[in-house]
Every structure is written in structure tokens, then in C-alpha cells.
């Protein structure tokens, strides 16, 4: 842009042109975040490792992944979804990691129906498996309905640790 043309809708000031910036292409972040929520009794709260979907490669309706401390040492592996299923809904997920493997669970609900709770063995997966496994793809089925997603797996063994520090907590 010639620093000297007039920006439009102005005829008299000249337009300077902005520096150009070079982004580079994003690649799948290694951020896990970390949240804590209150709980139902007085003084207890929940720790919380979330990642986000990677949104070129899934459904509008599918968030991402949770990995939160359960009552009772308890570790829970979460789906989370933006377009929730019915409560009472028993879902199928099927899990792919990436370099191969592909399991099948009977899944339940939680959160209103906006969180798919996978059955305690996957937390197993969570804490050993997935840590060296690039991303998981799932799929959601409830019904006639299926929600797609990915999500990449970079820096899950910090955040898992982190988590597991918490979870008393």
C-alpha cells in the first residue's frame, strides 16, 4: 500500500501502512488447563485437567477432553460435548489412538447431560498409554446421533502429575 493514497472514506489523511507480521502455522498445543470447582459439601472441591478439541478435525458439537480427581482416589475420564444428550442417556465411545488401538465403551452421562463419563478402566489409559500417544480420536453414539472429535495428547504426562497433586487437595 503506497503510504501516500487516502484511506477510504477519508480523502484527506493518508493511510500508513501496517507492519507485516509472519505468523507461523499453529500446531497442536501442549496446554492442559487446570481448573478447580466447588463441590456439593462445604469446604470440598474437584481438580480438573482439560484440552480442547482440535477443531479443524471435529464436530462443532464435540469440546474436548477432562481428566478430573473422583471421590475415593478415584481418577475420571470425561468426554465433553456442547450439544448435550438426554441425562439417562448410555452412550457408545469408541477411542482410537493414534499408531492404532480402538476400544468401545458403554459410557454414562454427567454434567446435564454436556459430559460423557467413560468407565473407570480408561482412567487406566489416562494414566499410562495415553501419555506417549499423540491424540485420541472418539466418537460419540447415542442413538441415531454421533458426535466426532480430536484431540491431541502433547504435554498430558505434566498435566496428569499435576492433577494427581491435587486431587487430595
Not at 18 to 33: G, M, Q
Request: charge should be neutral; aromatic fraction near 6%; charged fraction near 20%.
Amino acid at each position: 500500500m503506497d503510504p501516500a493514497t487516502p484511506c477510504a472514506g477519508s480523502a484527506r489523511s493518508p493511510c500508513q501502512a501496517a507492519p507485516i507480521v509472519e505468523v507461523a502455522a499453529p500446531t497442536p498445543s501442549s496446554i492442559w488447563k487446570f481448573t478447580r470447582t466447588q463441590g456439593t459439601k462445604d469446604g470440598e472441591s474437584f481438580a480438573a485437567i482439560m484440552k480442547t478439541a482440535d477443531t479443524t478435525q471435529s464436530d462443532p458439537d464435540f469440546a474436548g477432553l477432562i481428566v478430573r480427581c473422583a471421590p475415593r482416589g478415584k481418577i475420571d475420564v470425561l468426554v465433553a460435548l456442547i450439544r448435550p444428550f438426554p441425562p439417562r442417556s448410555r452412550p457408545k465411545v469408541t477411542i482410537t489412538a493414534t499408531g492404532g488401538g480402538t476400544l468401545t465403551f458403554d459410557a454414562s452421562m454427567a454434567a446435564a447431560g454436556a459430559a460423557v463419563l467413560l468407565p473407570d478402566e480408561v482412567s487406566a489409559f489416562a494414566a499410562g498409554k495415553w501419555q506417549t500417544t499423540p491424540s485420541l480420536s472418539v466418537v460419540v453414539r447415542e442413538g441415531d446421533s454421533e458426535i466426532k472429535g480430536v484431540v491431541a495428547l502433547a504435554g498430558l504426562r505434566e498435566a496428569y502429575h499435576a492433577l494427581q497433586a491435587n486431587c487430595g487437595q
